[in-house]
Antibody, heavy 121, light 108 residues
Framework: EVQLVESGGGLVQPGGSLRLSCEAS????????MSWVRQAPGKGLEWVSI????????YSADSVKGRFTISRDNSKNTLSLQMNSLRAEDTAVYYC??????????????WGQGTLVTVSS | ESVLTQSPGTLSLSPGERATLSCRAS???????LAWYQQKPGQAPRLLIY???IRATGIPDRFSGSGSGTDFTLTISRLEPEDFAVYYC?????????FGQGTKLEIK
C-alpha cells in the first residue's frame, strides 16, 4: 500500500524558514517523480514544485522560485521541501504527492494527508 | 503559463442527474496531459481521470473525461451521494503544472 506521510509543518514568523519532509513507503520511491502541492485555507490547489525520479530535474512555481527548494533522498525514501523567506501567503496545507511515472510530466496518483504551515507573527 | 478556468464555480444537482464540468486552458494542453481530481472536505484529492479521458484505477465508469487542445469536460453520468465534492482539473504537460480553481458540486 502506498503511503506518504508529511511532517515538519507548524507556526513560523514571516521571513522565517521551515523544512517539510515526506516519508514514502509501499512503492519503489526512486522510480517516480514527486511533487509538493499546497492548499491555502478554504482555497483551491496550487502546484508548488516537482522533482524527477533521480532528482536531476526540478521545476517550481514562480511564486516560490528562489525561496523554496525541493530535494529527495532515494536511499531514505524521503522527499523534502526547504522553505525560506516565508510569507503570510505561504500559509497552507502542504501535500506530498507521487507522480504516476518517472517522468515529471505525469499525473499525481497518490497524495499524503498534508501538513499545515502557518506563517504569522 | 497555462491558466485553467473551470466552470461553473458551483453546480447544484440532485442524485441521479448528469453533471457536466468544464475546464478551459489558456494555451493548448500538451498531448492532452489533463487530469481531473476529486476532493472531499478534510481529505486529500483523488485522481479520477488522466490523459483527458483515461479513468484511474478503481474509478467507477459513471465518470468520464473528454476533450483536447484547450477545452476539456468531466462528465458524471448519474450522480451518487458520494460524488458531491470539489473537482479540479490540472494540466501536467508543461511547467508550471497548473490547477483550475475548482468546481463545487453540491446537492440541490
Amino acid at each position: 500500500e502506498v503511503q506518504l506521510v508529511e511532517s515538519g509543518g507548524g507556526l513560523v514568523q514571516p521571513g522565517g524558514s521551515l523544512r517539510l519532509s515526506c516519508e514514502a513507503s509501499g512503492f519503489p520511491f526512486s522510480s517516480y517523480a514527486m511533487s509538493w502541492v499546497r492548499q491555502a485555507p478554504g482555497k483551491g490547489l496550487e502546484w508548488v514544485s516537482i522533482l524527477s525520479d533521480s532528482g536531476g530535474s526540478t521545476y517550481s512555481a514562480d511564486s516560490v522560485k528562489g525561496r523554496f527548494t525541493i530535494s529527495r533522498d532515494n536511499s531514505k525514501n524521503t522527499l523534502s521541501l526547504q522553505m525560506n523567506s516565508l510569507r503570510a501567503e505561504d500559509t497552507a496545507v502542504y501535500y506530498c504527492a507521487k507522480g504516476s511515472s518517472d517522468y515529471y510530466g505525469s499525473p499525481i496518483d497518490y497524495w499524503g494527508q498534508g501538513t499545515l504551515v502557518t506563517v504569522s507573527s | 503559463e497555462s491558466v485553467l478556468t473551470q466552470s461553473p464555480g458551483t453546480l447544484s444537482l440532485s442524485p441521479g442527474e448528469r453533471a457536466t464540468l468544464s475546464c478551459r486552458a489558456s494555451q493548448s494542453v500538451t498531448s492532452s496531459y489533463l487530469a481531473w481530481y476529486q476532493q472531499k472536505p478534510g481529505q486529500a484529492p483523488r485522481l479520477l481521470i488522466y490523459g483527458a479521458s483515461i479513468r484511474a484505477t478503481g474509478i467507477p465508469d459513471r465518470f468520464s473525461g473528454s476533450g483536447s487542445g484547450t477545452d476539456f469536460t468531466l462528465t458524471i453520468s448519474r450522480l451518487e451521494p458520494e460524488d458531491f465534492a470539489v473537482y479540479y482539473c490540472q494540466q501536467y504537460g508543461s511547467s508550471p503544472y497548473t490547477f483550475g480553481q475548482g468546481t463545487k458540486l453540491e446537492i440541490k
